[in-house]
């Protein structure tokens, strides 16, 4: 069977079901991880730890995953359904070789796919990324080496994931903060009302019902304008924030009690400063990590704090390793993605939840006035250009823009007094991303223009 080369990308393998990926997919996928865990870690039999989401395709892409892992001698764990983060908790907590998702994350209900995970939550990405499989299959390779059949074990840990969230819950009564949380018919909603009755969280739950065809509005949080059911119960009700969650449950995105969607860079500005510095007392060394599109309020205000920031490259396993590298205490990608350290550096909306609740009770204001400090710059977001020759076009910005403070973690970034871009190629597509942020709208709008401009060879109509 020949296997679809594109759906193999940088961090996951995902694609449309059944066109891109379906059930013989998944059984192949299975023999190659298991055989690469093997040749990895010099075992007979790895022991893979394997979940699905609530997609309608999800049992079925599972079922057939864990034959191809069996079938090529591995001992798998069969941890049913579960949210992402459930699913990492039981990668460390379990000890596994690693393990698979089964999920889409935030995409479409016709997507389907794989996030795979070496031991520690380490993700089958960056360097040695789910290429490697797609090696694999087409080689052939598991046929050469076989250690005979493997076995199922049937696993369930989310009690030891409650005692885990209890024993890093923050101190205060969360009960005080009254909520909305939009589960766009996701995976957290199977999960949420026990977690929410044992901490006695104060919520009003909006499109809880799992259903993988996603009825009311496509499951990716960033998609704000589709959120305004949320919106619209914050202002109504008068609560004191909103949160919403994608399909898998990895990302989380916070609202104000405004209605009003905040920047993840944002979030962590103010966890950095009230929570970790302020309510758990860290003051020597903190560091956080975040993507380099990160708002340079979110830096202005940390660095008055003696608060490290230290920016990644644009992607999860770039923030991951950067986090272990300097054993920083949190990160956060701008798509919603928040990672703590106790977490074996693996994403956790729930005790982000948790921490901005503590926060927010402790100083007893809304969020909104705690992020005014940091949101004090004017931004573009990311603006998406098609450029056949992505590199060419950074190096000639890189020339005209010389004269800037020029950084290129990601990309290229140049900064000014009172303004700065940061322009970085996609890794599937021929696109330019491009971010600008300035004091003033004005400035903004004309560097946008210019920008444009330089890019596209023409003029712009921003």
Request: proline share 4%; aromatic share 12%.
């Amino acid at each position: 069977m020949k296997v679809n080369s594109e759906i193999f990308r940088r961090y996951d393998i995902r694609g449309v079901y059944p066109s891109q990926i379906n059930e013989k997919t998944a059984y192949l996928i299975g023999r190659a991880f298991a055989f690469f865990l093997a040749q990895k870690y010099y075992l007979s039999s790895p022991i893979i730890l394997v979940n699905y989401d609530v997609r309608s395709s999800s049992k079925s892409l599972f079922e057939n995953l864990i034959s191809g892992l069996v079938d090529q001698g591995a001992k798998v764990l069969n941890g049913g359904i579960a949210a992402t983060p459930i699913h990492f908790f039981g990668n460390w907590h379990l000890k596994v070789d690693g393990s698979i998702m089964v999920t889409a994350s935030h995409n479409p209900r016709e997507y389907n796919g794989f996030k795979l995970f070496l031991r520690e939550v380490n993700p089958l990405a960056t360097n040695q990324g789910t290429e490697i499989l797609y090696k694999i299959i087409k080689k052939r390779s598991f046929e050469k080496e076989r250690s005979g059949k493997g076995r199922v074990e049937e696993v369930k840990f989310f009690d030891q994931y409650l005692e885990f969230l209890e024993k890093n819950l923050p101190k205060g009564d969360p009960s005080k903060l009254k909520f909305a949380a939009d589960f766009s018919n996701g995976c957290w909603s199977l999960f949420f009302k026990e977690i929410a009755k044992k901490f006695s969280l104060n919520y009003i739950g909006i499109f809880e019902e799992p259903d993988g065809n996603f009825p009311n509005h496509e499951p990716n949080p960033l998609r704000t304008e589709l959120l305004t059911e949320l919106r619209k119960i914050i202002r109504d009700q008068k609560l004191n924030f909103g949160i919403a969650f994608d399909g898998d449950g990895d990302r989380i995105v916070f609202f104000d009690e405004k209605g009003n969607a905040q920047r993840a860079d944002f979030i962590l500005g103010v966890l950095a400063k009230h929570y970790l510095k302020e309510a758990q007392s860290v003051t020597k060394d903190l560091i956080v990590i975040c993507d380099a599109r990160a708002s340079r309020g979110v830096r202005d205000v940390l660095e008055q704090e003696n608060i490290k920031i230290i920016k990644s490259r644009v992607g999860y396993p770039f923030i991951k390793d950067l986090m272990r590298k300097y054993k920083a205490a949190l990160g956060a990608e701008l798509s919603g993605h928040f990672f703590w350290k106790e977490n074996h550096y693996s994403e956790s909306p729930i005790l982000t939840l948790f921490r901005i609740m503590e926060v927010l009770e402790k100083l007893n204001q809304p969020l909104s006035e705690l992020i005014k400090p940091i949101a004090k710059y004017f931004n573009s977001k990311e603006i998406n250009f098609e450029v056949e020759d992505k590199l060419e076009k950074i190096k000639e910005l890189e020339r005209i823009y010389k004269d800037g403070k020029i950084s290129k973690i990601d990309g290229l970034t140049v900064e000014y007094k009172d303004w700065w871009f940061n322009v970085r190629p996609s890794n599937t597509e021929p696109v330019l991303r491009l971010t600008v942020e300035a004091e003033t709208r004005e400035l903004l709008e004309e560097k946008i223009r210019e920008l444009t401009e330089m890019i596209l060879g023409q003029s712009s109509s921003f």
